[in-house]
């Protein structure tokens, strides 16, 4: 979550006292922008955004606004507390207690586990149909992350680790992402914050996309289709591009609120994204996806839940209502559906893990917390 | 005007005052009401908090035997056992009439046993995660344990004295959110904590508005230490009463913040002391209050009476784990926030207005700025205080 060390290649203008640069109505819970003509989104957007800015996609087709059927997924209740991290392809289990301390692997006739080292605790756990990733960090966040990579069809428990002393370092903290054989993790090229890109099978890792000075990027999400993430400047707030990546090279989503960007996931031939209306608002976020005919407005989110699994893309929504269900939405490109409901009272998800093959989300709600996961397509 | 008229006059108005006596208000304690002192009826506080109560000689004796059972020489613990027995030691815990105030964790309705164990089983399992300035299980038992014995007993009783003084304060709120009743004669003992109402009449159920903020969003901060998340909420709260702030580094001086992060007793004490939030027309003395086993809409209750009826600021005391903060990096520490508004409109889930001290971007090129005044979805906030070790808030 920090790292002194990092401190100096990101210093904010502002020391000290920050105003939050805004009026009393400006902060206000539902002052949400009112739609207008927004900008094209540049890779490297420097400028702070302005008042005001919309939300609104700026594509030309029209934007539709598709009503959400229930399509629950074939959910299995897990034997784990709400409080731990557990991640399932239905075949292995990686769980990760609160405290951080350890992981353990449980998968066909096998049992694995590890400690973290000394100051050490794991802040991810990573699992697809072949492959575990846990990443340790320390407390000060001063030393380069160290992630462990497990082969799952080993027949034997092997392990390699990705550290500060690989080919391509990691840093020492940021954000990871896993598919298939393709994993992604922060590190420094001299003093520029990049993304680094492991090919888990030959553990070959090359540095990819490199932010300007002062900027910065995080919330990979790769599937299928390709791999997409957010960038941000040091304004206040940050002005956030939703992009492609491939490989060293970044493409703006078009069709998003300059500056106004959380989240982006690639879908078949479309791209589903979230943004923020309102700064004062950091966690709700609204969601769009592109459509054969223009662009679907898929309805509010929780910023930072949206994940890519099997052929959809998923997010946590929080309840329409005081005393509603909290809901995971799926988006298959064409169909939007509530795939999950929390029970009712109080109630909100956990950001749901994809794992290969299924999906497990943390339901935390007055009629009881649980964890559940489903297969996925 | 003739003498006699001069005379007369004074007279005349003296004689009405006199007349009028029983009917006026009794300075800080009757919060302006008119009743007929001949045949008093009172309520519960409600609009405003209660005073500080009278320490009665029945709360020194209490608190003389718990600050002498903590006079013993206590050796550094290094082991996990060494630890459990000096959390024995010195979490101890006093029973002021009828409310139970353990020392470093506040007000609390857990038996002293699971008070401790709890403390232990934090010491245990210790987060070895990020820290934003919190001061976890392991600085708040050293701290406790600091000093000598005669240095211990001195700041026991100083923390126990000031404890009691906010009796009143506790039963009010356990009475108003929690819906215990008061003790029989309560009201008679604590003038402090009653209001003066029509005999025959019952005061009307306390409502609130459906949305209300404090503070000025202008007089925000971003931390500029990574723990400094306690002088920097102090800083703001501070800020919004005196509408001219001081430096962190001033506030990290009167809270004791070291790298090992801030207490929230700190916090609370600081409030105290450096504002009139804690006057009787805002909160009251601010206290440490454990809010273990609160349901939601109790939680929710407290902050919207402290927001609308107290117009004070709340010392929020979460715990930043992804679950609950889901745009976050990864999982923090514990945390302190300034929470100064709600709203409830339309059926909606709630939302709580708070000032974030955390500039995520300021340590972490992998976080983007965030705006410091933020509004949220409330059950997050009451779960994320829920699972922190302490569980408690500064209200």
């Known amino acids: 979550m920090r790292g002194p060390r990092l401190a100096g290649l990101l210093i904010v203008v502002a020391v000290g006292t920050t105003a939050a640069g805004c009026s009393s109505d400006d902060d206000s819970p539902h002052s949400a922008a009112s739609p207008g003509a927004a900008a094209t989104p540049s890779a490297s957007a420097s400028t702070a955004p302005s008042a005001t800015p919309s939300t609104t996609p700026t594509a030309s087709g029209p934007t539709t606004t598709p009503t959400p059927t229930t399509a629950p997924l074939a959910w299995r209740k897990i034997d784990e507390s709400a409080e731990d991290t557990v991640v399932t392809t239905g075949r292995w289990t990686l769980r990760v207690p609160q405290s951080g301390r350890s992981f353990s692997l449980d998968g066909p006739g096998r049992g694995e586990g590890g400690q973290a080292a000394s100051r050490f605790h794991f802040v991810d756990a990573l699992l697809d149909d072949d492959w575990a990733v846990v990443v340790a960090q320390d407390k000060q966040e001063t030393l380069p992350q160290r992630a462990t990579v497990v082969d799952l069809n080993a027949k034997t428990f092997k392990t390699w680790t990705i550290d500060g002393s690989s080919d391509v370092p990691t840093a020492t903290g940021g954000s990871w992402a896993l598919y298939g054989d393709r994993l992604v993790h922060a590190t420094l090229d001299g003093r520029r914050y990049c993304q680094a890109r492991v090919d888990i099978t030959s553990r070959s890792s090359t540095v990819g996309w490199c932010a300007p000075p002062r900027n910065g990027w995080n919330s990979p999400v790769i599937g299928a289709d390709g791999e997409a993430m957010l960038t941000f400047d040091a304004h206040h707030p940050s002005c956030r591009t939703v992009v492609t990546v491939d490989g060293a090279t970044i493409t703006p989503f078009p069709d998003v609120a300059r500056c106004k960007g959380a989240q982006g996931a690639l879908l078949g031939d479309g791209r589903v994204w979230s943004v923020v209306p309102n700064e004062h608002r950091y966690e709700a976020v609204e969601v769009y996806a592109t459509t054969a005919d223009g662009i679907a407005d898929l309805g509010p989110g929780v910023n930072g839940t949206l994940t890519v699994c099997g052929d959809a893309v998923l997010w946590a929504a929080d309840p329409e209502t005081d005393n509603g269900p909290a809901r995971l939405m799926r988006w298959d490109g064409s169909t939007l559906s509530t795939a999950y409901e929390s029970g009712r009272g109080a109630a909100f998800l956990g950001p749901p893990e994809c794992a290969g093959s299924a999906l497990t989300v943390a339901s935390f709600s007055d009629s009881g917390d649980e964890q559940v996961t489903a297969p996925v397509g | ?395």
């Open chain 2, 1 to 395: 005007m003739s003498r006699n008229r001069t005379i007369v006059v004074p007279l005349v108005a003296l004689a009405a005052l006199l007349a009028a006596a029983p009917f006026l208000p009794r300075g800080i304690h009757d919060e302006g009401a008119i009743s007929p002192s001949a045949q008093p009826a009172y309520a519960p506080r409600t609009a405003t908090a209660a005073g500080p109560t009278t320490v009665t000689a029945a709360m020194r004796r209490e608190i003389d035997a718990v600050v002498a059972a903590g006079r013993v020489r206590l050796p550094r613990p290094v082991t996990a056992a060494a630890r459990a027995r000096a959390v024995r030691s010195v979490v101890r815990c006093a029973e002021l009439e009828g409310q139970r105030y353990c020392l470093g964790v506040g007000w609390t309705t857990e038996s002293p046993r699971a008070v401790r164990t709890g403390m232990i089983r934090a010491l245990e399992r210790p987060r070895t995660t990020a820290g934003t300035g919190d001061a976890d299980a392991r600085t708040v038992l050293s701290r406790l344990m600091a000093g000598t014995p005669a240095a211990r007993a001195a700041r026991d009783r100083a923390e126990l004295t000031s404890a009691a003084r906010s009796v009143a304060k506790v039963w009010l709120l356990r009475h108003e959110l929690q819906g215990v009743p008061l003790p029989t004669g309560f009201l008679d003992r604590h003038p402090e904590a009653r209001v003066a109402v029509a005999a025959g009449t019952r005061p009307k159920a306390t409502t609130y508005p459906k949305h209300k903020w404090i503070l000025n969003p202008k007089h925000t901060a971003a931390q500029t230490r990574t723990y400094w998340c306690g002088p920097t909420a102090a800083q703001m709260i501070v800020w919004g009463w005196r509408d001219k702030h001081r430096s962190q580094k001033h506030w990290a001086e009167r809270l004791g913040t070291t790298t090992a992060g801030t207490a929230i007793s700190a916090m609370v004490r600081v409030v105290n002391n450096n504002t009139g939030w804690d006057n009787q027309w805002h909160a009251g003395k601010y206290i440490v209050l454990d809010i273990k086993g609160w349901s939601y809409n109790q939680w929710w209750k407290l902050i919207k009476k402290h927001i609308s009826a107290y117009t004070a600021p709340v010392v929020l005391h979460p715990i930043l784990l992804k679950k609950y903060y889901p745009y976050l990096d990864d999982d923090a520490s514990g945390h302190f926030q300034v929470g100064r508004g709600y709203k409830t409109l339309d059926k909606k889930p709630d939302l709580i207005g708070y000032f974030e001290p955390w500039n995520q971007q300021r340590f972490d090129p992998s976080e983007p700025y965030i705006a410091r005044s933020q509004w949220r979805v409330a059950t997050r906030s009451y779960r994320a205080n829920e699972a922190h070790f302490q569980h408690n808030i500064g209200v």
